[in-house]
Structure formats: C-alpha cells, structure tokens
C-alpha cells in the first residue's frame, strides 16, 4: 500500500495556467507539507498543516495556496504559473510534526512551457 | 533559508568500502534526521537522532551529532551498489513545525 501518494507524476503547463496537485496519505499523521526541488537538488519546505491549521509558509508567493479538505488529504493549488516554478514538488507526512521522520510521496514533476 | 550543508556534494566508491558523509548547520536545533533519496523518488527516512544524543546505528548505518560543533556524519559502512543515492540531512527545529534540507551528497557505489 503506497503511504503517501500524489498526482500527477508529471505536469507539463503553459505559463499563466492555474493547476493543482494532490496528496493523500494512509498513514493517520497529523501533519502534512508541501517541499519544491529545484533543480540543484535543494528541498525547500513550503507549507506545512497539522489537523487542518496551515503552520508556517515558508516566503511562498501567495500564487500558492495549499487547501486541506480532510486530515489526510494536503492539495497544493498553484496559480498564474511562472517559468521559475517549474521544480519537483514533494508531499510529506509524519505524526507530531518535525519531531518525527516524515513520509515522502515520489514527487510531481511541474514542468512550465 | 537553507540549514544543513552536506560535504562532499559527490563522493564516489568501490563497493565494500565504507561511505562518510557530513552535515554542518547553523542554529540549535531539536533533531537531525538523514535520508535517501533515489533517481526520481520521494526521499526516504534513515536515522533520527536528537539533540541529547551522540551517535546512533541502524543496520549498517552509523549516524553522530556533534551539537558543540554542529555536525552530523553519516556512515555507511560495506557499501553495496544498491546504496547509491543521494543522501540529505535535515534539521528540525525547536517548533516543531520546520525543517531545513541541506543539498545533499550524491553517493555513487561502483560494483
């Protein structure tokens, strides 16, 4: 059973388009995140909810909201896109927030035209 | 901002031989946690090691933490081919709500 999935694998988009990515995870944690790898390898965090409260936003343009319909469900909604948002974008869950090894899907690779 | 830096960003070895890699940070921190990531995967969880802890083991993977000089190493000890990855450290802070990625250190293993 996949513990954190997310869809698309690949998402090849024109500037100025609005899309979104999805994530669920079947572990029962409490927290989910939302991290972009550039392509040096950094990761960088990006949001972070624990039971449905967004926690921190690291310097995100607001371009990039994530939505939490249930504990186990993190989107990430994506606006307006800009060539330089092109990255891989990785979900991440664990139980009791950083204190604990987080779980990452496989990632979403965001391709801008 | 990022927190950890790896050292060396490559390091390339004979399968057998032992792999040592390292992690500097900036701030205290609550704990420090390594992980693997493989060519096109979501990274993996290795070892956690906490800010009273010094050194800890899982399998053959041999994690310290030096909080007076804060750094971390990770050991890998009798590589095997299957272990190249890239490997990241990660700092967690006293928050609990943020944790910074360093770069990470690109492991190759040759048979």
């Known amino acids: 059973d996949t513990a954190v999935s997310q869809t698309p694998k690949y998402l090849v988009t024109q500037m100025g388009n609005d899309k979104s990515i999805k994530c669920e995870q079947n572990?029962?944690?409490?927290?989910m995140y939302w991290y972009k790898q550039d392509s040096k390898k950094f990761l960088k965090i990006m949001f972070s909810?624990?039971?449905?409260?967004?926690?921190i936003n690291e310097t995100v343009p607001n371009r990039f909201s994530p939505k939490s319909p249930d504990k186990a469900h993190l989107n990430l909604h994506i606006n307006s896109l800009e060539l330089g948002d092109s990255a891989v974008y990785f979900c991440?869950?664990?139980?009791?927030?950083?204190?604990?090894?987080?779980?990452f899907g496989d990632g979403t690779r965001l391709s801008i035209l | 901002s990022q927190q950890g830096e790896e050292d060396p960003q490559a390091l390339s070895i004979q399968e057998g031989e032992n792999a040592t890699m390292n992690c500097s940070y900036k701030?205290?921190?609550?704990?420090l946690q390594w992980y693997r990531q493989n060519s096109g995967r979501g990274l993996v969880h290795l070892i956690l090691?906490?800010?009273?802890?010094r050194e800890k083991h899982s399998g053959r993977l041999r994690v310290t933490l030096d909080t007076s000089k804060k750094s971390s190493s990770l050991l890998i000890t009798a590589s095997r081919a299957a272990d190249t990855a890239s490997y990241f450290c990660?700092?967690?802070?006293?928050?609990?709500?943020?944790?910074?990625f360093g770069a990470g250190t690109r492991l190759t293993v040759k048979p």
């Open positions: 991440a869950s664990s139980q009791g927030g950083t204190n604990q090894p987080q779980h």
């Open positions: 909810y624990n039971n449905k409260e967004l926690i």
């Open positions: 090691i906490r800010s009273n802890e």
């Open positions: 572990l029962g944690h409490d927290t």
């Open positions: 990660a700092t967690a802070l006293y928050n609990n709500n943020d944790m910074r």
């Open positions: 701030t205290s921190i609550n704990n």
